[in-house]
């Protein structure tokens, strides 16, 4: 204990160090806009914990995969899975099982990916990052702006401008494992008052690192930008599609490091389809000098059809959603003290699910019994939201503002059971050994109200130097599959919305040659939702969180960069509540730390670019060691990855060349531990090399 106390100490201190810099209030600060606010911002102006990933960073990782564009934001620490999958992390441990997904808010341009009630834990492959602006990360509680699944922050996808950008773009890239990528942009001015029609479209393939892992990913965009006087209208229809082949787990003790069983797949047959189309304006009327109207009307559709290889049986499921709302601010100045945003959200959504098996059952003569063939759930679900907000900032004096804000959200579904409802199979014959495991409810309704409130303060310590500190509350209704997709005994989840109280206090600094953000936060966790030891939904679980997170960007000189992104984080189980897992019932969780939660990760990117034409970087990636179950008795020992990109460009012409996990070490993506397999993992990519070429008009 003294050990890890002396470390963790050591550790603050380290954080704490960029302080002592200073520099002359005479800088030239670099402006970086944002819209974590509802309405563009300077980030300075900002008492979040806010990243922002440029469109720099997003090319130069290649945007593979979104995990490798998000290590450089402190907190954030995604767990990649197979083919374009991942398990979401920022400021939590990594979310996995019941209650995970709509843990964090997924967004592009301010409308979530996913309908409120109906979240998909791999949504942000659903986004068009490829051909950003930037992403903007909210780390932390967003629920008071952006309302349900803005828990543990927000990434928000900001689509490139055709009217800040050039004419065109065309880049390809090729690497390993038949993997090939091609990205069209154009833009086509038509008028001199600002109309222009843009396009964009982004095709990968990739054969994938191991056995029978490959996938075909395409996305498309057109969109249409309308200047009408002071207002302005962008209107943008988004299609993405996904066809991958999934490689499942691989198990055993430290299979990770065996380079011939690395490359195998366990599940050849597991697949999933995944589609999804997007229609929104956004839409800003200036009413006059002091006030602003924002208006972003949206369509949404979803579906996606996958196999369900973890479980027994493998059952087929099949998801969507459709979707119709309106998200709305009004900013008003009240005078040069103070102003004012409010305005009102709300969508109309119908969602559907299907889970259906076409073989019998392998395994034990109860497994075979309790998981007959046939449909296991059929229902639809319609869903309504509905959710005014008010925030308001007070500039005390040139030094000091204090900003407060609150949300009122109520969200209502019905539910409609499309076959027999009880733990028959579809034909209403029982199951041996006490019935189906699957529950289906009786046709219900449902109704969720939550308030969600924030106060913050900042202060100016110095032209450059800011001191800001928030008190925040977020919340995360109950999703559709976690209210009606039932097992065994339970004919009805009682489930509470899942609330997160959060305290932050920072020091920012922006300047010319250094900027940094330092960051410690504390956070409290309840009505955790999870499935106990009888696969009963609850959410009477409890967690404590508190971390430091530092961001720095420091110039050495006008061709030596550095950029830092680091985070020590605890994650601890906060309640007395028994481990789910059947060899572990009887094991308290209380004080224990949860699972897939490194106490230390992060990256660290020196950048060299001796002239205009040529530019290096080396990067360094930490993920620290993690137990893998509830007990803490498995653990993985974490890694560090060494990675280079180089690039040389002449006029409008770059070439390009990225080479990951330059020491070629075995290490895993993911590592996990389950009752039934034993410690088991997603491995890692050897030393891979992958060559671009862009070009700009």
Not at 375 to 404: C, F, R
């Given at each position: 204990?003294?050990?890890?106390?002396?470390?963790?100490?050591?550790?603050?201190?380290?954080?704490?160090?960029?302080?002592?810099?200073?520099?002359?209030?005479?800088?030239?600060?670099?402006?970086?806009?944002?819209?974590?606010?509802?309405?563009?911002?300077?980030?300075?102006?900002?008492?979040?914990?806010?990243?922002?990933?440029?469109?720099?960073?997003?090319?130069?990782?290649?945007?593979?995969?979104?995990?490798?564009?998000?290590?450089?934001?402190?907190?954030?620490?995604?767990?990649?899975?197979?083919?374009?999958?991942?398990?979401?992390?920022?400021?939590?441990?990594?979310?996995?099982?019941?209650?995970?997904?709509?843990?964090?808010?997924?967004?592009?341009?301010?409308?979530?990916?996913?309908?409120?009630?109906?979240?998909?834990?791999?949504?942000?492959?659903?986004?068009?990052?490829?051909?950003?602006?930037?992403?903007?990360?909210?780390?932390?509680?967003?629920?008071?702006?952006?309302?349900?699944?803005?828990?543990?922050?927000?990434?928000?996808?900001?689509?490139?401008?055709?009217?800040?950008?050039?004419?065109?773009?065309?880049?390809?890239?090729?690497?390993?494992?038949?993997?090939?990528?091609?990205?069209?942009?154009?833009?086509?001015?038509?008028?001199?008052?600002?109309?222009?029609?843009?396009?964009?479209?982004?095709?990968?393939?990739?054969?994938?690192?191991?056995?029978?892992?490959?996938?075909?990913?395409?996305?498309?965009?057109?969109?249409?930008?309308?200047?009408?006087?002071?207002?302005?209208?962008?209107?943008?229809?988004?299609?993405?599609?996904?066809?991958?082949?999934?490689?499942?787990?691989?198990?055993?003790?430290?299979?990770?490091?065996?380079?011939?069983?690395?490359?195998?797949?366990?599940?050849?047959?597991?697949?999933?389809?995944?589609?999804?189309?997007?229609?929104?304006?956004?839409?800003?009327?200036?009413?006059?000098?002091?006030?602003?109207?924002?208006?972003?009307?949206?369509?949404?559709?979803?579906?996606?059809?996958?196999?369900?290889?973890?479980?027994?049986?493998?059952?087929?499921?099949?998801?969507?959603?459709?979707?119709?709302?309106?998200?709305?601010?009004?900013?008003?100045?009240?005078?040069?003290?103070?102003?004012?945003?409010?305005?009102?959200?709300?969508?109309?959504?119908?969602?559907?699910?299907?889970?259906?098996?076409?073989?019998?059952?392998?395994?034990?003569?109860?497994?075979?019994?309790?998981?007959?063939?046939?449909?296991?759930?059929?229902?639809?679900?319609?869903?309504?939201?509905?959710?005014?907000?008010?925030?308001?900032?007070?500039?005390?004096?040139?030094?000091?503002?204090?900003?407060?804000?609150?949300?009122?959200?109520?969200?209502?579904?019905?539910?409609?059971n499309q076959m027999l409802s009880g733990r028959t199979d579809e034909n209403g014959l029982p199951c041996d050994f006490g019935g189906c495991r699957f529950s289906r409810p009786n046709d219900r309704k449902d109704s969720f109200n939550n308030i969600s409130p924030k106060l913050g303060a900042l202060l100016w310590l110095s032209n450059e130097l800011q001191l800001f500190t928030q008190l925040a509350q977020g919340y995360r209704v109950p999703q559709a599959t976690e209210l009606y997709r039932l097992q065994r005994e339970q004919t009805v989840a009682e489930l509470d919305p899942e609330e997160i109280n959060s305290f932050e206090v920072g020091l920012r600094k922006i300047g010319d040659s250094l900027s940094y953000e330092w960051v410690a936060y504390t956070m409290k966790k309840e009505n955790v939702i999870f499935r106990d030891a009888d696969y009963f939904n609850q959410s009477n679980g409890k967690t404590r969180h508190w971390g430091v997170e530092l961001a720095v960007?420091?110039?050495?000189?006008?061709?030596?960069?550095?950029?830092?992104?680091?985070?020590?984080?605890?994650?601890?189980?906060?309640?007395?509540?028994?481990?789910?897992?059947?060899?572990?019932?009887?094991?308290?969780?209380?004080?224990?730390?949860?699972?897939?939660?490194?106490?230390?990760?992060?990256?660290?990117?020196?950048?060299?670019?001796?002239?205009?034409?040529?530019?290096?970087?080396?990067?360094?990636?930490?993920?620290?060691?993690?137990?893998?179950?509830?007990?803490?008795?498995?653990?993985?020992?974490?890694?560090?990855?060494?990675?280079?990109?180089?690039?040389?460009?002449?006029?409008?012409?770059?070439?390009?060349?990225?080479?990951?996990?330059?020491?070629?070490?075995?290490?895993?993506?993911?590592?996990?531990?389950?009752?039934?397999?034993?410690?088991?993992?997603?491995?890692?990519?050897?030393?891979?090399?992958?060559?671009?070429?862009?070009?700009?008009?």
């Amino acid at each position: 204990m003294r050990i890890i106390n002396k470390i963790t100490l050591g550790y603050i201190a380290l954080a704490l160090l960029p302080i002592s810099f200073s520099h002359s209030s005479e800088t030239q600060i670099e402006t970086i806009v944002v819209t974590a606010g509802r309405y563009e911002q300077d980030i300075s102006q900002r008492v979040e914990s806010i990243s922002v990933v440029n469109n720099d960073v997003l090319r130069k990782s290649g945007n593979t995969h979104i995990q490798q564009s998000l290590v450089s934001v402190p907190g954030a620490n995604l767990a990649r899975g197979n083919g374009q999958e991942y398990l979401p992390a920022l400021r939590s441990p990594v979310l996995t099982g019941a209650g995970a997904c709509g843990g964090l808010l997924t967004a592009e341009d301010g409308i979530p990916l996913r309908a409120n009630g109906f979240c998909n834990i791999n949504e942000l492959f659903e986004s068009f990052s490829e051909t950003a602006r930037h992403v903007e990360v909210v780390r932390g509680p967003a629920g008071t702006l952006y309302g349900s699944n803005a828990m543990h922050g927000l990434i928000n996808v900001i689509s490139r401008d055709p009217v800040e950008g050039k004419n065109g773009s065309l880049n390809t890239e090729a690497g390993p494992h038949d993997y090939y990528r091609l990205g069209v942009s154009a833009d086509h001015r038509l008028s001199s008052e600002g109309d222009v029609i843009s396009a964009d479209l982004y095709l990968m393939t990739d054969g994938g690192y191991r056995d029978q892992s490959g996938l075909d990913q395409q996305k498309a965009s057109i969109q249409y930008t309308h200047q009408v006087g002071d207002s302005r209208v962008r209107t943008r229809l988004v299609a993405t599609s996904l066809n991958q082949e999934t490689a499942g787990y691989l198990e055993g003790d430290g299979v990770y490091r065996n380079r011939r069983s690395n490359r195998t797949n366990p599940n050849p047959e597991a697949f999933r389809d995944a589609n999804s189309l997007r229609f929104y304006s956004l839409i800003d009327i200036p009413v006059n000098q002091t006030s602003q109207l924002h208006l972003a009307p949206y369509l949404r559709k979803t579906d996606m059809r996958f196999l369900q290889h973890y479980l027994p049986g493998q059952p087929m499921e099949e998801n969507g959603q459709e979707s119709v709302g309106i998200r709305s601010g009004y900013y008003l100045e009240l005078g040069e003290k103070l102003n004012l945003l409010t305005g009102i959200d709300t969508e109309l959504s119908k969602g559907y699910l299907l889970e259906a098996q076409e073989s019998v059952t392998e395994g034990s003569e109860f497994l075979q019994a309790t998981i007959p063939m046939g449909k296991h759930y059929d229902y639809e679900v319609v869903a309504w939201n509905v959710a005014p907000y008010a925030s308001a900032t007070w500039k005390v004096n040139d030094q000091l503002e204090i900003t407060g804000g609150v949300r009122i959200e109520s969200a209502h579904y019905d539910y409609d059971n499309q076959m027999l409802s009880g733990r028959t199979d579809e034909n209403g014959l029982p199951c041996d050994f006490g019935g189906c495991r699957f529950s289906r409810p009786n046709d219900r309704k449902d109704s969720f109200n939550n308030i969600s409130p924030k106060l913050g303060a900042l202060l100016w310590l110095s032209n450059e130097l800011q001191l800001f500190t928030q008190l925040a509350q977020g919340y995360r209704v109950p999703q559709a599959t976690e209210l009606y997709r039932l097992q065994r005994e339970q004919t009805v989840a009682e489930l509470d919305p899942e609330e997160i109280n959060s305290f932050e206090v920072g020091l920012r600094k922006i300047g010319d040659s250094l900027s940094y953000e330092w960051v410690a936060y504390t956070m409290k966790k309840e009505n955790v939702i999870f499935r106990d030891a009888d696969y009963f939904n609850q959410s009477n679980g409890k967690t404590r969180h508190w971390g430091v997170e530092l961001a720095v960007d420091y110039e050495f000189t006008e061709s030596l960069r550095l950029e830092v992104s680091t985070s020590y984080a605890e994650h601890r189980y906060a309640e007395h509540r028994y481990a789910d897992q059947r060899e572990l019932q009887g094991v308290e969780l209380d004080g224990k730390l949860v699972d897939s939660a490194p106490k230390t990760f992060g990256s660290y990117r020196l950048h060299w670019s001796p002239n205009s034409l040529v530019s290096a970087e080396l990067e360094w990636l930490h993920q620290g060691s993690y137990f893998t179950d509830p007990q803490n008795a498995y653990r993985y020992p974490g890694h560090d990855l060494l990675n280079l990109h180089l690039a040389w460009q002449w006029k409008q012409y770059e070439i390009s060349t990225r080479i990951l996990n330059i020491t070629d070490k075995a290490y895993a993506e993911r590592a996990d531990y389950s009752s039934f397999s034993g410690s088991r993992y997603f491995p890692g990519e050897p030393r891979s090399i992958y060559f671009g070429i862009n070009f700009d008009w």
